[in-house]
């Protein structure tokens, strides 16, 4: 074969918030790593994303950070640069499995050659793997962690390099303020995500717009653009689809999707009984669900934004050679400004996906 999937860490019970380590000990690269953690669902209230229960995915070499977002970050990240979360269930009735599933990649794709992870370049290769299965899906009361890895096997490579992604800064919002953000000059930058998740809002509503600035004002890549206007307009930010497992009831109550902006919902009931659906639009990763009889179902969404996210690629996402090169850029500084009514004790991250070479 020329590649298999290995079980670093095989459906370990999960029931206690923890950080669990696994040492990533390979000898050949790995073109992606797969993070699943699943709940069982205590009842058929919705709490959270099922992705809430990935508080921090961290990929170190002793001190040296390689990876490391939020489980909604992650997703987000997936979603916006490679097209898909891979198998996310989004499942929130009783007695049922909510699963979080998250891709790092380390590639432009899966099985991309020339970037990938190459175990043999580092010294002590661990994924800290940060969760609390209370945090997501309908208050679960169990809960397993599942970690992958995607490995070229038979097949030899040679990768010059592999994608990081970190979250690079993060920050309180106030309405209408202009916060400031120093961003990385080491690696050539690839894409940069700027996201902001609060039930109830768009993401134009948290952050309404990006200026990007080269030395000072030497170069003004983005110029005070709208939010609105970049998630219609920039590459990436492209429609996605996903299916919400619920037991619906004639008492409306909140419950949670992945994507915040332009958010389409259409109700199939499931069990045999006629419901209408009689919920509210979709804002903030949040919707009203309500129906006019009670009934297990699904809501089938379409949007962007996942997770509150929008992101500015950099030159062809294909090719190496095109991305941002920081050689001759001394300072490049990005400024957001927030929208006048942001939500309540809400926070905005920065996330930088970046070309680091061997």
């Known amino acids: 074969m020329k590649y298999r999937t290995e079980a670093l860490l095989d459906a370990e019970t999960a029931s206690t918030a923890a950080t669990k380590t696994v040492d990533v000990d390979l000898s050949q690269p790995v073109s992606r790593l797969v993070v699943e953690m699943k709940g069982t669902n205590n009842g ?43 198998y996310t269930e ?25 970037l990938a992870l190459d175990p043999s370049r580092f010294r002590n290769l661990q994924l800290k793997v940060t969760h609390n299965k209370a945090l ?11 970690v992958f890895a995607d490995i070229f096997d ?31 000059t080491d690696y050539p930058l690839r894409n940069l995500i700027v996201q902001s998740l609060s039930s109830g809002k768009q993401p134009h509503d948290q952050y309404n717009k990006l200026k990007l600035i080269e030395d000072d004002g030497k170069k003004i890549p983005i110029n005070d653009i709208r939010t ?24 409306a109550f909140t419950c949670y999707c ?14 045999g009984t006629d419901s209408g659906w009689l ?13 006019s009889a009670a009934t297990e179902g699904d809501c089938i969404l379409t949007g962007k934004g996942p997770h ?21 850029i001394k300072s490049l500084k990005l400024k957001v400004t927030a929208g006048s009514s942001v939500g309540s004790s809400s926070t905005a991250e920065i996330v930088v996906q970046q070309l680091r070479r061997y």
């Open 44 to 86: 058929s209230t919705p709490t959270a994303h099922p992705a809430t229960m990935l508080t921090k995915l961290e990929l170190v070499d002793g001190s040296d950070v390689l990876f490391s977002l939020s489980g909604k970050e992650a997703q987000a990240l997936n979603i916006l640069t490679a097209g898909g979360t891979g």
């Open 90 to 114: 989004q499942n929130f009735i009783d007695d049922n499995s909510a699963i979080a599933v998250c891709n790092i990649d380390f590639g432009r794709w899966l099985w991309d050659t020339q």
């Open 136 to 146: 997501g899906g309908s208050a679960p009361d169990a809960g397993t962690l599942s």
């Open 154 to 184: 038979d097949k030899r490579v040679m990768p010059i390099g592999f994608l990081q992604a970190k979250e690079h800064y993060t920050y309180s919002l106030t309405s209408s303020a202009v916060e400031t953000i120093d961003l990385p």
């Open 228 to 251: 609105s206007d970049l998630i219609k307009m920039t590459p990436n930010n492209k429609y996605m689809t996903e299916t919400v497992r619920i037991s619906n009831s004639t008492d």
């Open 258 to 271: 992945t994507p915040t902006y332009d958010t389409k919902i259409v109700w199939a009931p499931i069990l």
């Open 279 to 291: 919920g509210k639009a979709s804002y903030g990763g949040t919707f009203t669900a309500d129906g």
């Open 308 to 328: 509150g996210a929008l992101c500015i690629p950099f030159g062809i996402q294909d090719d190496i050679t095109d991305w941002y090169d920081m050689t001759n």
